[in-house]
């Protein structure tokens, strides 16, 4: 049998996550809240479950579960989209984005996108028959280098993907970004696939520039998000997509035969929760909490942190501990010390190692405690 994917093998994430669970390290490996979500949100859950909401919810999602989102992308990024036309529910935001590269990249067409990446985009562009072209960014800050991205772009060129804040680094972009990105496809037949699911999760009185509140980008752009990244619910696979009508009609046309619609009571849930704002506006100082906590524990450690504007993740460079790779360090400290952790380079199609581990720190403060006294122990 011939692979579409010969060369991707199980996910890193899986992999670490089946490491610490089999030497009972803590797992500061997968990118997932360690504590209780909501029990507001989960009351609301299983309100709609008992009144019977447990049939397909309309494709696109519920009418007003969109509305709510359509108000808060006008609240947020200053655009007036319109609930029917601009918005897709779906089934969490990898679902989004390759329902979008699907519905826009054909067989040729050149996608750009920069490493460290998340792991979804390359085989999403790989298995439409597209070309992806990595661009690495500029290290230590994780800055996108404008000048090799203006190199990169041809007559081929169909998309460029942006993630921030940016998952593995925690990098954001800035408006001068976002600008620049604009210049750059100005008069050009390039769309933008922007994934913003750690829109909230931003740290330092930082601001979040999505490529929504920019009006020169709106009409090429697709920004995705997450319900789970936001309200500590990965496992419920909940995200949407914001779109022009033109691109929104196209992303639907995939979406249906992808999954159809998405969990109805959820869809319920969800659209009361909105109504208050401070259900997202309270989380840059949650988790920068977080953050600060964790660095303050790794002080005394070997390890030094590189700066982390958003996410839940840190990342540490062990330079000072030894010059082993990256993955034998990671597999080394979860099954010898027990902490397991995410080794950069997997984020690299060339596996670029700079001697770096993510962590991800939105964990209860006595799994951060109990992985800081190891870690410093090293």
Not at 57 to 83: C, E, F, Y
Not at 92 to 109: M, N, R
Not at 166 to 179: F, R, T, V, Y
Request: one cysteine or more; charged letters at 20%; hydrophobic letters at 35%.
């Amino acid at each position: 049998m011939q692979s579409k994917l010969a060369d991707t093998g199980t996910s890193i994430f899986t992999i670490m996550s089946k490491m610490a669970a089999d030497y009972n390290a803590i797992n500061l490996s997968q990118g997932y809240p360690g504590f209780d979500i909501s029990s507001e949100l989960v009351e609301r859950v299983n309100y709609y479950m008992k009144n019977g909401n447990n049939q397909y919810a309309p494709m696109p999602g519920l009418p007003q579960l969109r509305q709510r989102i359509s108000d808060k992308v006008s609240q947020t990024h200053g655009w007036q989209t319109n609930a029917d036309d601009h918005i897709t529910v779906t089934s969490g935001a990898t679902e989004a984005i390759f329902a979008t590269i699907t519905a826009l990249v054909h067989a040729g067409d050149e996608v750009i996108y920069f490493e460290p990446a998340y792991d979804s985009y390359h085989p999403s562009v790989l298995l439409n028959k597209g070309v992806p072209v990595p661009v690495q960014l500029s290290f230590p800050d994780f800055s996108i280098p404008w000048d090799e991205v203006e190199k990169k772009i041809s007559n081929k060129t169909k998309m460029i993907i942006i993630n921030t804040p940016q998952n593995p680094s925690g990098a954001i972009l800035s408006k001068n970004d976002i600008e620049r990105l604009a210049e750059l496809i100005k008069n050009k037949n390039i769309f933008v696939l922007s994934d913003e699911v750690y829109e909230h999760i931003i740290f330092d009185d930082a601001k979040h520039h999505s490529v929504l509140s920019n009006e020169h980008l709106r009409e090429k752009s697709i920004s995705v998000f997450s319900f789970g990244k936001t309200f500590h619910a990965t496992g419920w696979k909940m995200g949407y997509s914001v779109a022009s009508k033109k691109i929104t009609d196209e992303i639907k046309k995939i979406h249906q035969f992808l999954v159809f619609s998405v969990n109805t009571p959820i869809q319920f849930a969800m659209t009361d929760y909105l109504q208050n704002p401070e259900h997202y506006y309270s989380l840059p100082a949650f988790f920068q909490s977080k953050r600060d906590l964790f660095l303050a524990l790794m002080k005394n450690s070997r390890f030094e942190p590189l700066k982390s504007s958003g996410t839940y993740f840190q990342t540490f460079s062990y330079k000072a501990i030894t010059d082993e790779s990256d993955t034998l360090v990671a597999e080394k400290f979860t099954k010898e010390y027990g902490v397991a952790s995410i080794p950069f380079s997997v984020f690299y199609q060339g596996r670029t190692d700079n001697k770096l581990l993510r962590f991800c720190f939105a964990k209860d403060e006595d799994s951060l405690i109990k992985a800081a006294e190891i870690l410093c122990k090293i």
